[in-house]
């Protein structure tokens, strides 16, 4: 636990995602039809997924966690990091959205991609509902954590794996080819890279955060 | 007049369509100019105004604990 008190990852991150905003725009990237420059948010769209994906498995390690000891705080980091996660998944959607209206004409046009991405959102919401639906506190938490650990690979099957089976419009899905296999050259590696590692301990320490308010409000309410 | 008025309708309808022939369709002109890049801009500009936001409830809730002492 004292890992989310240290300084230093935090400092990398925000030089990581800092060396982004340099290299994501100025160096060169690939010339493609219709995506144009909008190639370079790979840089800031994909690593939103990134960070919630972290903060995501993050709250999956602590369910587990709550499910073997039943102490309070892990259910706590569990609730916090879900919440942080729902943040980069409404940035990620909004800022795909964007990317969408012009490349694919639409701001939403029901790709498989579109859609799967929404039906995850619901299932995290639902689990935030879950939660605030039950008062004894020891029931919430121990169902909520069953929850959450059923709703991890039902969302990454729904944003990762299914649509990448049919024909989705969206780089890397039903026979589109993935930045990563012809077009991620050497050149966009230097700021892929760092971006997601950066936004992915961005995410963390906002969770952190989170988590420590979070238990000064939990031991006061114990108090009163 | 209704017939009139009609008629004039129609004929107005037609050279609305007319006037289309000959244009460049892309519309939202703004964000397509210079290779899209100010969707990149957009993009950044998405996030920033969300952790922003983020940043304002985390304050308010922090705030919140603080005045309790």
Same mark, same amino acid.
């Given at each position: 636990m004292k890992f989310i008190y240290q300084t230093w990852w935090k400092v990398i991150a925000v030089l990581l995602v800092l060396s982004t905003f340099y290299t994501g725009l100025v160096f060169k990237a690939p010339r493609l039809p219709i995506i144009h420059e909008t190639i370079r948010n790979l840089y800031f769209h994909v690593p939103?997924?990134?960070?919630?994906?972290t903060v995501f498995v993050v709250s999956v390690y602590f369910s587990i966690k709550y499910l073997q000891?039943?102490?309070?705080?892990?259910?706590?980091?569990?609730?916090?990091?879900?919440?942080?996660?729902?943040?980069?998944?409404?940035?990620?959607l909004l800022t795909g959205m964007l990317w969408a209206k012009y490349t694919w004409g639409e701001f939403w046009s029901g790709d498989p991609k579109q859609n799967s991405a929404a039906i995850a959102f619901l299932l995290y919401c639902a689990y935030l509902v879950l939660r605030n639906s039950i008062d004894e506190e020891q029931k919430r938490a121990k169902i909520s954590a069953i929850y959450n650990i059923f709703a991890f690979p039902i969302m990454i099957v729904l944003i990762f794996v299914l649509p990448r089976m049919t024909d989705s419009l969206h780089p890397g899905s039903g026979g589109n080819p993935a930045f990563g296999k012809y077009d991620l050259d050497n050149g966009m590696k230097v700021a892929f890279y760092p971006a997601m590692l950066g936004w992915s301990f961005i995410a963390l320490w906002i969770a952190t955060i989170r988590y420590r308010i979070?238990?000064?409000e939990n031991k006061k309410n114990a108090i009163n | 007049m209704k017939k009139l008025s009609l008629v004039l309708l129609l004929v107005l309808c037609c050279t609305a369509v007319f006037a289309q022939q000959g244009q460049q369709v892309e519309m939202a002109d703004?964000? $397509?100019?210079?290779?899209?890049?100010?969707?990149?801009?957009?993009?950044?500009?998405?996030?920033?105004?969300?952790?922003?936001?983020?940043?304002?409830?985390?304050? $308010?809730?922090?705030k919140k604990v603080e005045n309790q002492k």
């Open positions: 939103m997924w990134m960070g919630m994906l000891t039943g102490k309070e705080e892990h259910d706590l980091a569990a609730v916090e990091c879900v919440n942080t996660g729902l943040l980069f998944y409404t940035l990620g979070r238990l000064v | 703004a964000l $397509r100019s210079s290779g899209k890049i100010y969707v990149v801009v957009a993009t950044i500009s998405i996030i920033f105004t969300g952790l922003a936001i983020f940043l304002f409830t985390i304050d $308010r809730r922090l």
